[in-house]
């Protein structure tokens, strides 16, 4: 199966799960944007078949919410809250700059290896407890330079252990 | 029902209006004008219903499109605020339905400034100078920058382009930033013509109108009709434009350079020239157009009786096949093909039913070939020397110009598609006032003017054309022992899907020009002919749907479809503004055109009699008209 194919059959698979109405819209662009860390041109076109939603208005969608992305992403999207809260926390900045210096990108950009994105959010809702961060959907708390260190290794062993697995 | 009614005052005049009535509609009923540039009249409630009304589907009105909250009233420009008796703030009227009786104001310092302040933020965003655009003297967002006394450049100006301007190749040319995101374009390319090429990109101050991935106009699914323009309150949707090379051509002593005139322009250049909507200027064009350099000017009817020849000799030998041989290779019903937008329509979104459009190119590319054939011979002509141009009311013929299998001939039917903007702007940079000038004949060999060819600016025209042809050719009676003054009234008017039918009591014998497609139309007798009509593509939308489920329109022998609403008058490269009144207008000039020519009836235009005795002597769909007047279609993805 080449990799247009077995995209539609994982969103006809969706289709069964959310229905083939506009409004299973939605949720199968999540689902899609959590399997794969975006949402490609072929998954829109995809979508688009399969509801009978305009290609436009599928990408008028996936490009209005910010925790969906049409361009590739890495496997963890780290996303650093920017509020205010967070960022005059004594950690912040240091705890930001060993993120940076661990993976060798900046703001917005993704490792060669595809592991990790760098994005910023707004408030996440963790004030008491910042500087805070979420990678993909769990958020990390009262972040420090060596905190993030060790984060950001667990997830590496994560990839590796789900890649031997395979 | 009057209880029902809710009263409310407007700058102190009242108006009774039902309930969830916006304050918009209730002011412009009272004849009190609100300033909009996200609202536009073909995009109001009112306007939408009637654009889906029609026969088969009478009182279907809200059908999936109007789910998409994308495409509810965006009230996104600001500029119709008004106050309200009562409520705190100003609001946009647009979006306010009346519930209860409210007193409203439409004008105060407060909502002037307001309006004021809003245009000049409109402005801070604004890339562009108003000299070099074009769009300069029609431009609703210049014209309320003057009406509202925005003098200053308060919130600064950029100094830099935001966006790239994607020219090259596109023939929809968008220019980003002169965009204020109304979504006029975005409504409408979704509601009255189903294509949903653009969208909202991004949110907030990240928003812009884009395309699926951003991809250019060319590579999107859009389908060049150009309706998107006519609505653009800017001059961020614009044509390609072709004068500069037309006036290259014009110029250049080796060359003659000869244009076809399409009906529809004409109905409708005199606006640019502060004529009323509806003012036939077909004559004083020719005029002006020889007055320009032109040193041919055709008229596009000629074609347009030639395509019915060929167009309807089709349909009948298809009705053959289908129904005498059983030939199921005969695909019926039998679409029109005279519109690019709608080719490229179903080239995208209909593939399957492809074998259903008829294979007769439009009346654009038929006269095109003839000119470099037919007609070159006959005067002598070196074709290669010829370029050849076209007037037409549409963006998508610029398209259809350039398709690369338009040249049977060895040469280019069509080198430039001009819209009726572009030479009105041709006419002005002559320094000629077109409505002043006298009147000059089109030009032999197609001078002929015929009321058949004129019609086909109309939604309905080519079906009315068609079967005036038809119906002559198979009964050999007129077909005004049926249709008073052969108006054949049921196929008119602006519904949105239309059907008619037309019985066939007697047959003749096969002219001998049709000889070769059937040997006699016993076949015919007692048959009823059954006809279909689709204007705006969300109207074909419909049709392809009830064909799909096998409703009344797949029983249809043949279906006119226009891509633009109201047919080539309301086309994309028409003068700008557009509503549902200035193209009514424009429908009552073609239909006035058409009762005052002798000749009415494609067969008999003895233009077209000529070119079949001298040129295409095998008739029509033989083998040498097949190559030079017919065409091919593809799948598009």
């Known amino acids: ?166 | 029902m009057d209880s029902e009614l809710i009263t409310v005052t407007i700058d102190g005049k009242e108006v009774k209006v039902i309930p969830g009535t916006t304050v918009l509609e209730a002011a412009r009923t009272a004849g009190i004008h609100i300033p909009t540039l996200c609202h536009h009249d073909d995009l109001c409630s009112e306007a939408l219903y009637q654009q889906t009304a029609s026969t088969p589907h009478q009182g279907e009105h809200s059908h999936q499109h109007e789910e998409s909250a994308m495409l509810s009233t965006p009230s996104s420009c600001r500029i119709c605020l008004v106050e309200v008796e009562g409520l705190p703030k100003l609001h946009a009227s647009c979006a306010l339905p009346i519930h209860n009786a409210m007193t409203v104001r439409t004008t105060s310092t407060a909502i002037r400034h307001a309006r004021r302040d809003i245009l000049e933020l409109m402005m801070s965003e604004h890339y562009g100078d108003c000299f070099a655009c074009a769009r300069n003297g029609t431009c609703e967002l210049q014209k309320l920058c003057a009406d509202y006394g925005v003098t200053s450049e308060r919130f600064g100006r950029p100094h830099e382009p935001l966006f790239e301007k994607a020219e090259i190749g596109n023939i929809i040319v968008r220019d980003q930033n002169k965009c204020i995101l109304c979504r006029r374009c975005v409504r409408m390319c979704a509601l009255y013509q189903g294509v949903y090429a653009l969208t909202t990109e991004g949110r907030g101050d990240h928003s812009r109108i884009a395309t699926f991935m951003g991809k250019e106009m060319k590579d999107a699914t859009c389908i060049n009709c150009g309706q998107c323009i006519n609505r653009c309150p800017t001059g961020a949707l614009t044509e390609r434009d072709d004068t500069d090379a037309v006036w290259h051509a014009i110029e250049d002593p080796d060359k003659m350079v000869v244009i076809q005139t399409a009906p529809a322009p004409r109905a409708a250049i005199g606006e640019m020239f502060g004529c009323e909507p509806g003012t036939p200027l077909t004559f004083q064009m020719n005029t002006a157009l020889k007055r320009v350099g032109f040193d041919k000017v055709f008229d596009t009817n000629f074609s347009a009786d030639l395509t019915i020849l060929e167009e309807g000799s089709e349909l009948i030998s298809r009705l053959y096949k289908a129904l005498v041989l059983k030939d199921n290779t005969a695909a019926l019903p039998q679409f029109t093909s005279c519109s690019p937008g709608w080719i490229k329509f179903i080239e995208h979104f209909y593939p399957k039913y492809l074998p259903n459009l008829s294979s007769a190119k439009s009346p654009q590319q038929m006269m095109g070939a003839v000119l470099k054939t037919y007609f070159a011979e006959k005067n002598g002509w070196d074709p290669s020397k010829i370029v050849s141009v076209s007037l037409m009311p549409c963006t998508a013929k610029k398209f259809e110009a350039a398709r690369p299998e338009m040249d049977a001939s060895g040469y280019r039917d069509v080198d430039y598609a001009l819209t009726t903007r572009e030479l009105g702007r041709m006419f002005k940079q002559a320094g000629i006032e077109l409505p002043k000038l006298d009147k000059t004949p089109f030009d032999d060999p197609f001078g002929t003017p015929t009321g058949s060819g004129v019609i086909f600016g109309a939604t309905g025209g080519v079906m009315e054309a068609a079967l005036r042809t038809v119906f002559e050719i198979v009964t050999g009676e007129k077909v005004e022992s049926v249709f008073d003054h052969a108006d054949i009234k049921p196929v008119r008017g602006f519904d949105g899907v239309r059907m008619a039918e037309l019985t066939i009591s007697k047959v003749g014998p096969v002219p001998e020009i049709l000889s070769h497609l059937v040997p006699d139309f016993e076949w015919l007798k007692g048959a009823t002919l059954r006809v279909g009509l689709a204007h705006g593509t969300v109207n074909a939308i419909r049709v392809m749907k009830d064909i799909e489920e096998g409703g009344p329109l797949s029983q249809c022998h043949f279906i006119e479809f226009m891509a633009c609403p109201g047919g080539c008058l309301g086309g994309g490269g028409q003068p700008i503004p557009t509503d549902r009144e200035i193209r009514a207008a424009r429908a009552k000039a073609i239909y006035s055109e058409d009762a005052t020519y002798v000749v009415r009836k494609s067969h008999e235009n003895e233009d077209v009699l000529r070119i079949y005795r001298e040129f295409f002597k095998e008739g029509p769909c033989s083998h040498k008209s097949h190559e030079l007047l017919h065409t091919h279609y593809k799948e598009r993805v």
Request: charge should be negative; proline fraction near 4%.
């Open chain 1, 1 to 166: 199966m080449d990799a247009q194919q077995t995209l539609r059959t994982e969103v006809e698979q969706l289709v069964r799960v959310h229905g083939r109405t506009r409004t299973a819209l939605m949720p199968i662009l999540q689902d899609l944007n959590r399997a794969h860390s975006y949402i490609s041109e072929d998954a829109m076109l995809a979508v688009s078949d399969a509801l009978n939603v305009p290609r436009a208005e599928v990408y008028g969608v996936a490009t209005f919410y910010s925790y969906f992305s049409v361009k590739p992403r890495g496997t963890y999207v780290i996303r650093i809250c920017r509020t205010i809260s967070c960022a005059k926390q004594g950690d912040y900045h240091p705890a930001i700059a060993a993120l940076f210096d661990e993976l060798g990108i900046g703001m917005g950009e993704t490792t060669s290896d595809g592991m990790f994105t760098i994005e910023q959010t707004n408030c996440i809702g963790m004030c008491d407890q910042g500087p805070a961060m979420m990678v993909n959907e769990i958020p990390h708390i009262k972040l420090t330079e060596a905190s993030v260190r060790s984060i950001l290794n667990e997830y590496r062993h994560a990839a590796l252990a789900a890649k031997k697995a395979q």
